[in-house]
């Protein structure tokens, strides 16, 4: 009687009624037009599946004005975004008595900005990244070092004596040589308006040192190629460009603490170089975001 008993505990415990494996969490991940925002999608997404998500990507959410809407609607759950850029988008959609401050280079401040126009609404964002894709000015690494530059403010021992390369209108802009001789006290020698913000005119001048200083964006790849070093905003004038995850509130916390270190694993020089090794050099991005997130532990 004991041996059949037995038996039947073990074809009890053998049978087909076992209980079914949870199912993973699903997260759509999306990505703006940038190659920069195709490669962090790519960095969200690998690092989302290793921690148990079943993740499906759509890299092809378009511009802000196609994939703010998706997130809202849920067609998507999350998507690699920008502070500033998010922050003026959604307040241009509020009538004009009821638009809190642009943004600006505050970044702390942006950021509140940011959730107060969130608040009302089915998104929430992480905290901004270290990493910014924000027009900034360059120079060479040999001036750099030479005149022990860091901050804008440290161009200022030089008045008089450098070309400034620029995109076109900059004289006239507030947030090109008005802002700079405003805020900062800059002047200089010359300006060259050279087409647009980190065109290759205005890194061709600073390669061939017809101008000193040049106006690009942050992260570009070809700060990395050329060396240039990007100098600290240190008086705010540019506004700012943190990385920063745009996401639905229904995403689970888990799938935001995930998105969130890897954004804060990223820094502005790290985005250039893979900026130069997927634009520059036509590495896979799959791959460069692959070694990323491995050499940061998060894979």
């Given at each position: 009687m004991l041996v059949v008993l037995a038996?039947?505990?073990?074809?009890?415990?053998?049978?087909?009624?076992?209980?079914?494996?949870?199912?993973?969490?699903?997260?759509?991940?999306?990505?703006?037009?940038?190659?920069e925002q195709q490669i962090i999608a790519r960095m969200y997404g690998q690092a989302l599946s290793k921690a148990g998500f079943d993740v499906t990507m759509k890299l092809d959410a378009g511009a802000r004005t196609a994939y703010v809407p998706a997130l809202e609607r849920g067609d998507l759950d999350v998507v690699p975004d920008y502070?500033?850029?998010?922050?003026?988008?959604?307040?241009?959609?509020?009538?004009?008595?009821?638009?809190?401050?642009?943004?600006?280079?505050?970044?702390?401040?942006?950021?509140?900005?940011?959730?107060?126009?969130?608040?009302?609404?089915?998104?929430?964002?992480?905290?901004?990244?270290?990493?910014?894709?924000?027009?900034?000015?360059?120079?060479?690494?040999?001036l750099a070092d030479d005149e022990n530059l860091v901050d804008v403010s440290d161009l200022r021992r030089l008045n008089g004596t450098l070309v400034l390369g620029g995109p076109d209108g900059c004289s006239t802009d507030a947030l090109c040589l008005l802002g700079l001789q405003d805020r900062y006290g800059l002047r200089f020698k010359r300006v060259d308006e050279l087409g647009e913000v980190s065109g290759q005119p205005i890194f061709d001048a600073l390669r061939k040192g017809t101008a000193d200083v040049g106006s690009v964006q942050s992260s570009d790849g070809e700060i990395a190629a050329?060396?240039?070093?990007?100098?600290?905003?240190?008086?705010?004038?540019?506004?700012?460009?943190?990385?920063?995850?745009?996401?639905?509130?229904?995403?689970?916390?888990?799938?935001?603490?995930?998105?969130?270190?890897?954004?804060?694993?990223?820094?502005?020089?790290?985005?250039?170089?893979?900026?130069?090794?997927?634009?520059?050099?036509?590495?896979?991005?799959?791959?460069?975001?692959?070694?990323?997130?491995?050499?940061?532990?998060?894979?």
């Open positions: 038996v039947l505990l073990v074809a009890g415990c053998t049978g087909d009624d076992q209980p079914a494996a949870t199912p993973q969490p699903k997260v759509i991940v999306g990505a703006g037009l940038s190659a502070l500033a850029p998010v922050t003026d988008y959604l307040r241009a959609g509020l009538p004009v008595a009821h638009r809190p401050p642009a943004a600006s280079g505050d970044v702390e401040h942006t950021a509140y900005v940011l959730d107060g126009l969130l608040a009302h609404q089915p998104l929430g964002v992480t905290r901004p990244s270290l990493a910014t894709d924000q027009t900034a000015l360059a120079v060479s690494k040999t050329e060396s240039l070093v990007v100098l600290r905003d240190d008086k705010l004038l540019q506004p700012a460009g943190n990385i920063i995850a745009l996401y639905r509130t229904q995403l689970p916390a888990p799938a935001r603490a995930v998105v969130d270190s890897v954004n804060r694993a990223l820094t502005t020089e790290k985005l250039q170089e893979l900026n130069k090794r997927q634009d520059l050099d036509g590495q896979d991005p799959d791959g460069l975001a692959k070694r990323f997130l491995q050499d940061a532990r998060l894979i």
